[in-house]
C-alpha cells in the first residue's frame, strides 16, 4: 500500500483517484460517527450545508430520524443533537437515522465520496481501522484531515500518523507517498504516550475548551485509542453505515 496524508479536504487533488480514502475529524466528527454506529445508529447521513440536510431529512419518518448539527464548536439551534459524542448514546440513537453537518468534517467526507471506498477514522476506532487497511491490502490509500475551516489540525494529523505507525510505516517510509505523511508519522511518534495533551494543546483542542469546561470530557474522549470496534464506511453517497 502507499499513503498519501492531506491535511484539509482543499489539499485533496482535483485528480487522480485512490482505491480507498480515510477521512478523518479527531474533534470530533468521525469521532462521533464512530460512536452513534456503534451505540446502534441505522446509519449516519452527511452534509455540507444545513438547508440541505433539513431538506433531505423530511423524506425520513419523524421517529426514525435525528438531526445533529454543529458550527463553531457550538450545536445548532433547532436540531437534536450537536457534534459531542458523549450525546450519542444508545438509548438516544439506536436505530435511527443521523442526519449531521459539521463545520469541517462533513465537508471532509463530501469532498472525497466519489473514491470507491471511503471510512472514516479516529483514535477511538483506531485499531478497526487499521485491521481493516490490513485485511483490504488497497494499493493507494489517501488519509485526509478536516482540519479547522481550511487550516490545519494537530489532532488530525496525529491519527493519519498513527494509523501509518500501526500498519509499520515508520520502517517503509518508502512507501508514504508525501512528505504530510512523513511528518504525519513523525507528529505521532513524538505524542504518542500522551494525545490527550496533544488534543489540548491544539487549536481546536483549546476552542472548545473556551466554550465551557464541560467540552474537557470530549477531549478525553476523542483522545481514548480503541475504545470502539467499528468502521463506519460509505454505502451510498454521503451514507455511513457500521462495517466492524
Known sequence: MRFFHFHTPEQVPLSGS?????AIDVLRATTT???ALAAGAEAVQVFADLEHLQEVSQSWPAPKRLLAGERGGKAVAGFDLGNSPLDYTPDRV?????FMSTTNGTRSLQRLEKIPVVITAAL??????VDFLKQAAFSEVWLVGSGWEGA????DTACA????????YHIQLEQLGNDEAVAALALYQT???DLLTLLRRSSHGQRLLGLGPENDQDLAYCAAVDHLAVVPRQVQLGVLTHTG
Do not use: S
Not at 477511538?124 to 481501522?129: C, E, I, K, R, S
Not at 490545519?152 to 489532532?155: D, G, Q, S, T
Open 18 to 22: 485512490p482505491e480507498c480514502a480515510v
Open 33 to 35: 460517527i464512530a460512536t
Open 94 to 98: 439506536r436505530d435511527k437515522r443521523i
Open 124 to 129: 477511538v476506532n483506531l485499531g478497526a481501522v
Open 152 to 155: 490545519f489540525a494537530l489532532e
Open 161 to 168: 500518523g498513527a494509523i501509518l505507525y500501526r500498519l509499520g
Open 191 to 193: 505524542w504518542q504516550t
